[in-house]
């Protein structure tokens, strides 16, 4: 649960005169958590009059913070601090003891892979500078994964996780100002991504399917030139694209051939739902990225890019000037899991497993007459009237959820709930409580 406070008087912390030293007087204030995220800044002309400065010097203040991802403007909502700024913060994020944690989106700990076997199978021949990037045991793993999936397979890479594959994707084709496509809600670290690249986001509305196919018309034929999307276990509503959805969808690309299409596929195998692309053969520019985070544990930072030439080509080309390459270990770490059939099988059953907790809140929740969502992946979207009263409430009650906002562009409030770690046991009383919170305790139960 996290409290974002208002900067009642930000003047104090502010001694520039320029536009240059007010952006980083109001950066050094959000570093050292005097102003926190999520708060609301002052008008560019209350903060110009306060300042005895043009307004001018203002907005081209906020203008670089916002360029950089710190600060958000949205309309009558004023500007405010990025929930989360692409800057080190002093934050308190603690949950305090006694507390039940739903609402860091973590898989469950205790359902990765024990590594002991990939560690004893690892060739520690040191490796040296020049080497091949990319292990060739793990894009043959990959390709043949995707052919299986009928996914198409193009060039194929390894990254250093899913977002830092569409951060470099991004950055290898579009430029500040470029519109780009997003589900609403979405993925938090999707929207501070974009956000900091200064891109301008057009929002696609989602139902359990995934986008809706005239959305995605609307935000292509608006100027959109990219777009992401979730094939699986979208984070936060648990969407999941049925075979029928992604046909739809491909027919809406068909009418924009040069638009960047870039899939994330961040749970892969224990999503709970079959794997679907909407890119196919013949796209100039589109990319699957598949994170191993989910399923074999997040501190292995691997993600396979699958993608077209040109794309995978710059997204290398930027890597090898940069970090270089990822770790051999870890590719090799991630070749030994992959081949284990004993993993396989501990995959499937723990895609079973998330299923069956997220079923049964969701199932829980809609039996008290409570709109729920969550077809796939590790959490719940559950709407509210106002998500920071239901969020106290919860907390409150014990429960830590996570509030909506965060995740919205446009859509209405909402919490997620993250099902990953729940106990069977646990869920009525969870339900029950959430109907108390949301006002319905009373309220005659459907049949």
Known sequence: ?????????????????????????????????????????????????????????????????????????????????????????????????????????????????????????????????????????????????????????????????????????????????????????????????????????????????????????????TGASATILTPRAQNPTGAALDAKRASELRDVLDGFPETLVIEDDHAGPISGAPALSICHEGRSRWAVTRSVAKWLGPDLRLAILNGDAATVARVQGRQMIGAGWVSKILQQIVVALWRDESVRASLDATARVYAERRDALREALVARGIEAHGRSGLNLWVPVPEESRVVQALFDRGYAVASGERFRIESGPAIRITTATLDPAEVERLATVLESCLGRADRTRSA
């Open 1 to 221: 649960m996290y409290h974002y406070k208002p900067m009642y008087d930000l003047t104090q912390n502010i001694d520039g005169r320029s536009a240059d030293d007010i952006a980083e007087d109001i950066e050094a204030s959000i570093r050292r958590g005097a102003l926190a995220p999520g708060a609301q800044l002052p008008t560019v002309r209350s903060l110009a009059s306060d300042l005895d400065v043009s307004p001018n010097t203002v907005a081209s203040a906020y203008g670089k913070l916002r360029s950089r991802g710190i600060l958000i403007t949205r309309g009558r909502k004023g500007t405010r601090v990025s929930a989360r700024p692409p800057i080190s913060v002093a934050t308190s994020r603690s949950i305090p003891e006694g507390v039940r944690n739903l609402a860091d989106g973590n898989p469950d700990p205790d359902r990765f892979p024990r590594l002991d076997g990939a560690l004893r199978s690892l060739d520690l021949t040191p490796r040296l500078y020049g080497e091949a990037a990319n292990h060739p045991d793990l894009v043959r793993l990959a390709k043949e994964q995707f052919e299986h999936e009928c996914i198409p397979v193009g060039s194929v890479a390894i990254v250093g996780g899913g977002l830092d594959a569409i951060e470099r994707i991004l950055r290898a084709h579009l430029r500040p100002g470029d519109r780009i496509a997003l589900e609403d809600p979405s993925y938090s670290g999707v929207l501070d991504l974009v956000h900091s690249l200064g891109l301008d986001p057009i929002p696609m509305a989602i139902d359990d399917r995934g986008p809706l196919p005239g959305s995605l018309f609307y935000a292509l034929d």
